[in-house]
C-alpha cells in the first residue's frame, strides 16, 4: 500500500505465492466434496436416470480442474510484495466482533448483543473519545430497533431475559 | 380523502391482528404463540394467521396472540427448536400436516410424535389426481389400466421431491389402483405452480397434488379432476369431481393440517387447547375461513387424534419402505 | 382491442380512488424503504404487509402488495451503487458498474438511471402485459424441462463476460456458488446432500444469505482497511443529475433489458436474477468496446435494472392470466388471494374484473409514483456517501445481521453469512470475481433439476435436447459464447497486420 511506511510485521504473500496455496486448498477441499458426493445413495427409484450424486461429481470435477490450473497459473504470475499483516488486522478483528455478534444474538437478544457490537466496531474503527462511542451506539440501536419493529420484523428480546 | 389518510394510518401502525390483552379466565395468563413451520404464505402459515385471528376475534383467547414463522426441511427444524428449548411451555402452539409425518418417516428429523403433543386436526385438503381438459384419461380407472398396460405411457408431475407430499399422494393411489408405483416416471417440480405448468404445457400427463392447488383451473375448465381422496364428495368447485371410493378404489387421502404443542406441555393445557380450538371450529368465523379458503372440515382431538397419527404413520412407513425410502 | 381499453379505463377507475391511491402510495413507500434495506427483499415485503392485506379489500389488498413489490424493485439498487452492497440477488449485476460510478462521482447518475430505467422498463412491459397476456402466458407454458435447462446453460455461459483478469479464477467462483446450490435435500431424488443432519441445511442455502455474506460483510472487511487508514480518497459527489448524453449512451441498453427481462420473467420458473445476469451480458457482448464494462459504464446499470424490473412485471402474467405463481413473490400474492375468497385461475379475468383490471392500472400508477418518488430521493441517497465510513460500516453490519436473521429467523444463516464473508474477502483480496458465484448458486439447482427432468420426460434419452427447436438454439448459444473469446483470439492477429 503505503510506500513509504515501514512494514510492522512480515508481508502477506500476494500474487503468485497466495494463489498457489489457494490451489491447493481448494483442491483438498474440492477432493473432500467428491468424496462426499460418492456417498450418496440413489433411491431404487425407476424415473431415476442420473443420481443424486452425478451433479455434485461434474462441479467436484470442476472444481479440481480448475484448481490444479490454479496452481499451473501461479507460477507465471508474479510473486506481488503484499502488504504488511497488519494492514488485515483490524478487518479479522471486526469478522472476530461479527462472529462473537452472532454467536450470542438470540441468547442475549437483539438490543443488547447490538449495542455490544456496535460498542467494539466503532472503537475498533476509530471513534473517539468513549463518549462519542456511547452517544453513537445508543443512537444506532434504539434506531435499529424502532426500524426493524416498525416493519414487523421480529427480533429476539433475548433468551437469558425470558421468564 | 378521509379513508386513504385512514388506510395510511392502518400502515404507518402496521400492527398484525392480535387482540389486545384483557381480563380473561385465569388461563392463559400470558401472550401466546403460535409457529408456522414454513415461510408467510404457504398452508401452514395461512392456517396459524387465521387461527390466531379467529380465536381473537370470538374472544376464545383474550392474549394476545403472534404467528412466527420458523421455516426448515418441512418441519424438521420446527420440531427440533421445539422439542430442545421449549418443553413444558403451554403458551406455544404449532402448526402441522401430513408433510411432518413424512418428514418423521423419511428419517429427516431425529424426532417423532411420541416426542411432542399432538393437540387437534382442525381441517382438511384432499389428494388428487389431475389431467388436462384435453387429455383422453376420463376417469382413475382408464388412467389406472393405461399405466398398468405400459407403466412409461404417462409422466406424474407434482410439486415436490420423492417421498415427500404429492409423490406419497400418487404412490398411494397407485398401489391402490394396481400399479406399480416404482415403475411410473415421476418428475418432481419446485412447487404446486410449477408442477401446475408443466401439466398445463405438456411436459408432463397427470399432476399430483393436493385439491387446493387446481381450484382455479378446475372452476376455469383447464384441467379434469380424474378423482378427489375424500370419503365423501364434497361441495362448492369439487361438487362435480368423483371421489376414488365412488369408482372402486379403497383409497383417501386427507391432508389434514392442525396443531402440536411442545414436549411435556402441562395437561391442563393440553385440556384448554384442545377444547378452546375445538369451540373455535364451530364458530361462524371458522365457517367463513373455510368457505374462504376452500379448506374442509376435520376435526379431531385428542387421544383420537394422537390413534390416528400412530395409524397414518405405521401406514406412510410401509408404503415408504416399499418404495425405498425407508430401509 | 376496444375491448381492452375499456377494461383499461375501467380499472384506471379502481385504481384512482383515493383510498387505493393512497395504498399504493403507501405500499410504494414502504417498498422501496424494504428494498434499501438488504436482507428484506421484496418476499419478505409482501410477507410484512399480508397480514394486514386480509382485512382489505381484494383489489386494495393485491393494489398494495403490487407496489409494494415494485417499490423493493427501484429499491434495491441504492445500496448495490451507493456501498457495493446488494440487498438481494436480482441486484447483484447493478453493483458492478453501479459502484464503479459511484466511485467516480457518478452516483448521481447511477441511481437516476437506474429509476428511470426501471420506469422505462415497467411501463413498456404493462403495455405488453395489458394487450398480450393471454398470448404470453401461453407462450411461458410451452418453456419445459429442456427449454429450461438450455437457458440455465446459456445463463452459466455469460461466466465469461464476468470474469477478470483470469478466467479461472471465475470459474473458480462459479463453481463455489454451484457447490453451495448443491446444499439441501435433492428435489429429483429427494436425498439429502452435504446436509450433514443440520436440519437447517434441508432446505438448502437461501440466496439472500449468500449474497449478503458474500458481498455486504466482504466489501465492509475491505472497506475498513481503508476507513481506518490515514489516507483515505474522498468520494467525489459530482454532478446529481443524469445528462442527455447518460440517457441516450443507455437508451437501447434499457430497451433490451426490457425485452430480455420481461420474456424471462413470463416463465414461470426463471425470474429476475436470471433476467439481470443475462441482459447484462448480452449488453457488454453486443458492446463496441467491451472493456469499459465492470468500470463504471452506464449501460451495465441501465441494463440489470431494466431487466430485473421488466421482469418482475413479467411475473405477473401467468399469475394473473393461469393463476400460476411464477416466483415466491407472485406465489405469496396468490395466497393472499385465496384467503381473501378470490379463487386466482383462468377466470379471474372474468370473476373479478376489479381485481385483475384495477391491479393493471394500479401498475401504471404505482410505476409512475416510484418514479417521482425516487428521483427526488436520488439527491437524499448520495448524502449518505458523507456518513464518515467509520461510522456507516459498523451500521451496515448491524443491518446486514438483523436483515439475514429476518429471512428465517435463522441464526444458522447468520453463520453461514459470517463465514461467506470471511470467504469473499480472501478472494476479492485475490482477484477472484464475486458475480460468477452468484450465478452458479442461482442457475447451478435449476440447471440440474431441469437436465434431470428432461432426461426423465425423453424417451429417446439426450435426444430431447436437439429435438427441440429452442432448447437447440440456446445450447448453440451457449457453445458459441464459450467459444467465442478463444474463437476471438485465434482470429485477431490475421486482422491486425504488423
Known sequence: ?163 | MRTALRALLIVALLTAFAGVGGAGPAFPDRPIEIIAPAGVGGGWDTLSRLTARTLAEEKLVTQPITVANMSGGSGAVAIAHVVTRRKGDAYTLIAFSPALTLTIVNKNTPYAYKDVVPITALSADYGVLVVRKDSAINNLRTLMEVLKRDPNAGVVAGGSAPGSLDHVIFAKAAKAGGVDPLKVRYVPFQGGGEALAALLGGSATVLSTGASEVLGQLQGGTVRVLAIFSEQRLGGIFRNVPTAVEQGYNLTFPIWRGFYGPPEMPAAAVKFWEETLTKMTKTKGWDKVLSDTQWFPFVIGGDRFRRFLDEDTKNFETLLRELGFVK | ?498
Open chain 3, 1 to 498: 382491442m376496444i375491448e381492452v381499453w375499456q377494461h383499461l379505463l375501467f380499472g384506471f377507475g379502481v385504481a384512482l380512488r383515493p383510498e387505493n391511491l393512497g395504498l399504493a402510495l403507501a405500499g410504494a413507500l414502504l417498498g422501496t424503504i424494504v428494498g434499501v434495506l438488504p436482507g428484506i427483499g421484496p418476499v419478505g415485503g409482501i410477507a410484512i404487509l399480508l397480514p394486514l392485506t386480509f382485512k382489505l379489500p381484494p383489489a386494495s389488498a393485491m393494489i398494495m402488495l403490487t407496489a409494494v413489490y415494485y417499490g423493493t424493485m427501484y429499491g434495491g439498487s441504492t445500496t448495490s451503487i451507493l456501498m457495493n452492497v446488494p440487498g438481494e440477488a436480482s441486484s447483484v449485476v447493478t453493483s458492478f458498474d453501479g459502484y464503479a460510478m459511484a466511485q467516480q462521482g457518478r452516483a448521481g447518475p447511477a441511481l437516476a438511471i437506474a429509476a428511470v430505467g426501471s420506469f422505462i422498463a415497467g411501463t413498456l412491459s404493462i403495455i405488453a402485459l395489458t394487450f398480450f397476456s393471454p398470448l404470453l402466458a401461453s407462450w411461458g407454458l410451452t418453456f419445459g424441462p429442456p427449454e429450461y435447462f438450455g437457458l440455465m446453460l446459456f445463463g452459466l455461459s455469460a461466466v465469461s463476460s464476468l470474469a477478470g483478469d483470469s478466467l479461472v479464477k471465475a470459474l473458480l467462483s462459479m463453481g463455489l456458488g454451484l457447490m453451495l446450490a448443491t446444499v439441501g435435500t435433492d428435489l429429483v431424488t429427494g436425498v439429502p446432500r452435504f446436509t450433514f443432519g443440520i436440519p437447517y441445511l434441508l432446505d438448502g442455502i437461501d440466496f439472500v444469505v449468500v449474497v449478503i455474506g458474500l458481498f455486504a460483510i466482504s466489501e465492509v472487511l475491505v472497506s475498513i482497511e481503508e476507513a481506518r487508514g490515514e489516507v483515505r480518497v474522498p468520494i467525489k459527489l459530482g454532478r446529481i443529475w443524469l445528462s442527455v448524453k447518460d440517457f441516450l449512451e443507455s437508451f437501447w441498453a434499457i430497451v433490451r433489458g426490457s425485452v430480455i427481462g420481461f420474456y424471462i420473467g413470463i416463465l414461470p420458473a426463471a425470474g429476475a436474477t436470471i433476467a439481470s445476469f443475462l441482459s447484462y451480458s448480452v449488453e457488454k457482448q453486443l458492446a463496441r468496446d467491451p472493456s469499459t464494462f465492470g468500470k463504471g459504464d452506464i449501460r451495465g446499470v441501465a441494463s440489470p435494472e431494466s431487466a430485473n424490473n421488466a421482469a418482475a412485471v413479467g411475473n405477473m402474467i401467468p399469475m394473473l392470466t393461469l393463476g400460476i405463481p411464477g416466483s415466491s413473490t407472485t406465489a405469496l400474492m396468490l395466497g393472499a388471494l385465496l384467503v381473501l375468497n378470490v379463487i386466482p385461475g383462468p377466470l379471474l379475468f372474468q370473476d373479478h374484473p376489479d381485481v385483475v383490471w384495477g391491479l393493471v392500472a394500479s401498475m401504471y400508477v404505482s410505476n409512475l409514483i416510484l418514479l417521482i418518488l425516487n428521483l427526488p430521493l436520488v439527491g437524499l441517497f448520495v448524502r449518505i456517501l458523507y456518513v464518515p465510513e467509520r461510522l456507516l460500516l459498523p451500521l451496515i453490519v448491524a443491518i446486514c445481521v438483523i436483515g439475514t436473521y429476518a429471512v428465517n429467523f435463522s441464526v444458522f444463516d447468520l453463520q453461514v453469512m459470517a463465514l461467506l464473508g470471511l470467504v469473499a474477502y480472501y478472494m476479492r483480496r485475490n482477484d477472484y470475481p464475486l458475480g460468477p458465484a452468484i450465478l452458479g448458486l442461482v442457475l447451478g439447482d435449476l440447471m440440474e433439476q431441469n437436465l434431470r427432468r428432461s432426461l426423465i420426460m425423453s424417451r429417446t434419452g439426450a435426444m430431447i435436447f436437439f429435438t427441440r427447436p429452442f432448447t437447440a438454439v440456446l445450447i448453440a448459444l451457449s457453445v458459441l459464447s464459450i467459444l467465442a473469446p478463444a474463437l476471438l483470439r485465434v482470429l485477431r492477429p490475421r486482422h491486425r497486420p504488423a
Open chain 1, 1 to 163: 500500500m503505503t510506500a513509504e511506511r515501514e512494514p510492522v510485521a512480515p508481508p502477506v504473500q500476494r500474487g503468485g505465492r497466495s494463489d498457489r496455496f489457494a490451489a491447493v486448498f481448494i483442491f483438498l477441499v474440492s477432493a473432500l466434496y467428491v468424496r462426499y458426493s460418492l456417498t450418496f445413495q440413489p433411491p431404487r427409484f425407476r424415473s431415476e436416470v442420473l443420481g443424486p450424486a452425478t451433479f455434485p461429481l461434474m462441479v467436484g470435477g470442476l472444481m479440481l480442474v480448475c484448481s490444479t490450473l490454479l496452481f499451473i497459473e501461479s507460477f507465471r504470475a508474479e510473486d506481488k510484495p503484499g502488504a504488511p499483516w497488519a494492514v488485515y488486522l483490524p478487518a479479522l478483528l471486526l469478522w472476530a466482533a461479527l462472529l462473537a455478534y452472532i454467536l450470542v444474538f438470540d441468547r442475549l437478544g437483539f438490543p443488547l448483543s447490538t449495542a455490544l457490537f456496535l460498542l467494539a466496531a466503532l472503537r475498533l474503527l476509530g471513534v473517539r473519545p468513549w463518549w462519542k462511542i456511547l452517544l453513537y451506539t445508543a443512537l444506532f440501536t434504539a434506531a435499529l430497533f424502532y426500524a426493524f419493529t416498525a416493519l414487523d420484523v421480529r427480533l429476539p428480546p433475548g433468551e437469558w431475559f425470558r421468564r
